[in-house]
């Protein structure tokens, strides 16, 4: 029998194939460090036998906590070769949701980055499943550091697992909040890679990846890791937070080929090259966009800047990458697309029933990498997963030319005066105004009680603050009457979720 678990292919293979001395991994930031294959290769041999040396068992589950650094890939690499379970979370949570999620996926061992330590602490005091918990870094009392962890480990070879075994966990709170464990299997590391890396993204082995997605994000983890190990590419790691500035100058001097961004940052980004009124240094030949839809806008300026494509598409937590996705040489900014090669997507009525050309439906996806469910979820589980079919939440409508263009989540579109609007199209002309950098758009009752759109803004820096009425204006001549927002607020920041999505609900309860 073929040994299926991912670490053969992603790690072992490379050894095989003469790429031991190839950076696999170099930080951008912090101690600089360079990982090469065969570092890894070693590295993550021997975390299994160190997971093994502390009666670590094969499903158990490693919590990682774990900033984008060399010892994300050792960690998670080296738990699939001794059949434990990692499960990268989220570095900016709160040490509530942290307790909340350690409990619930019951973690054996946790690993954390020094620098977040003072965060997670209180989440593990009093954790009743936690065995060891593992500091990268200085071991504060109570903890073991990494070093002391693997010292005197034997460099383990990648335990036999099938390509439809668990291999690791990510918790997705969606736009909603509710953190859930999604599980994937083996092989759905490798399908992502055969699909949208290959047939898209065109990875090449001599690319150098850079994602501002960090990878505890399904996104990130499919730019950052598996893409580039699927083809013995280099992926850059930046540990802290991706601000503009400090982007554009990791573009400037580490060169990457491959760039993987999210709307906000692209927004960002250009604003501030746009107002700095030169050209923007890089060696990128393609970008991506994902977490939420790329506005149409941000997606021609950045192009006209820096001459690059951004490939915009849409995936999830569920399905781990990237299922419906412009393609290179074929992008119309403002949709997301077609599916990716090996998937399928259809549009639904409430009543499951395929709805008519240019009708809004929430999107259904059937494709090779979808989640085996949601951990200690089973109601939600089947709800989401229906047999080969998954749930995305998402609503979208396809033009006639079958591109898909996105409208929403299912529960952030409303009725105003019985038609559908979707605050994505009003978010979109907010931002098409020249002083307006990022929009939300929510459903709010008038003195009536009948529903209406309200506009939450972000201006962009130094310009002076329109009136609402001029706002309104432009919206009502670019998308008609009835959509234009009734009521304006100008904020500092949108709530957003770690990984970029708009927190729509936090505006709606807020007010
Ligand atoms: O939000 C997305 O578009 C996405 C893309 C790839 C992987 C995961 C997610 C959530």
Not at 112 to 137: C, F, H, M
Not at 344 to 366: K, N, P, W
């Amino acid at each position: 029998m073929t040994n299926e678990n991912a670490a053969v292919y992603f790690v072992d293979r490379h050894i095989e194939e003469g790429r031991a001395d190839k950076p696999a991994f170099r930080e951008a930031d912090g101690e600089h460090r360079t990982l090469t294959y065969g570092d890894l290769h070693e590295q993550a041999g021997r975390w299994a036998g160190a997971l093994h040396k502390h009666g670590v068992r094969r499903e158990e589950r490693v919590a990682m906590i774990v900033r984008d650094q060399i010892e994300f890939p050792v960690v998670f690499w080296g738990s699939l070769k001794a059949g434990a379970i990692p499960v990268p979370l989220n570095t900016l949570l709160s040490a509530s949701v942290y307790e909340a999620i350690l409990n619930d996926s019951r973690a054996s061992i946790l690993v954390v980055s020094e620098q977040l330590w003072e965060t997670v602490k209180p989440a593990v005091d009093g954790n009743r499943y936690l065995r060891t918990v593992v500091v990268i870094g200085d071991a504060p009392e109570g903890t073991e550091s990494y070093t002391d962890f693997v010292a005197g480990a034997e460099i383990e070879e990648t335990c036999e697992a099938s390509a439809d075994e668990l291999a690791f966990w990510l918790y997705s709170s969606g736009s909603t909040g509710t953190p859930k464990g999604v599980r994937h299997v083996h092989g759905s590391l490798k399908a992502t890679c055969d699909t949208f890396g290959a047939q898209v993204l065109g990875i090449r082995e001599d690319d150098t990846v850079f994602s501002v997605a960090k990878m505890f994000f399904a996104y990130g983890l499919g730019n950052a890791m598996s893409f580039p190990m699927s083809v013995g590419a280099t992926t850059v790691l930046m540990g802290g937070r991706p601000t503009p500035d400090g982007v554009s100058a990791l573009l400037a001097d580490e060169k990457p080929t491959v760039f993987c961004a999210v709307p906000t940052l692209y927004a960002a980004m250009v604003a501030a090259q746009e107002k700095a009124g030169t050209d923007p240094v890089h060696s990128v030949r393609i970008c991506t966009s994902a977490g939420e839809a790329l506005p149409r806008e941000i997606g021609e300026r950045w192009q006209r800047l820096w001459k690059a494509e951004i490939v915009d598409g849409v995936g999830s937590t569920e399905m781990l990458h990237i299922f419906l996705s412009n393609r290179p040489g074929d992008i119309v900014y403002g949709t997301s697309g077609k599916a990716v090669p090996g998937y399928e997507v259809r549009l639904v009525d409430e009543h499951d029933e395929d709805v008519a050309e240019g009708d809004v439906g929430e999107l259904l996806v059937r494709g090779p990498s979808s989640a085996e469910g949601y951990w200690n979820r089973r109601f939600k589980s089947m709800d989401t997963f229906q047999g080969h079919w998954t749930r995305t939440g998402d609503k979208y409508e396809r033009t006639p030319e079958g591109r898909f263009v996105y409208c929403g989540r299912t529960d952030d579109m409303f009725k105003v005066s019985g038609i559908w609007v979707s605050p994505f199209e009003v978010e979109q002309a907010l931002i098409d105004h020249p002083c307006v950098l990022e929009a939300a758009v929510v459903a709010r009752e008038d003195e009536k009680d009948l529903v209406k759109p309200a506009a939450y803004i972000v201006l962009k820096e130094g310009v002076e603050a329109p009136t609402p009425e001029a706002i309104k204006d432009f919206v009502k001549e670019k998308i008609g009457m009835w959509k234009y927002p009734r009521w304006i607020e100008v904020v500092d920041e949108l709530p957003k979720t770690a990984t970029g999505k708009i927190q729509r609900f936090k505006l709606r309860d807020a007010h």
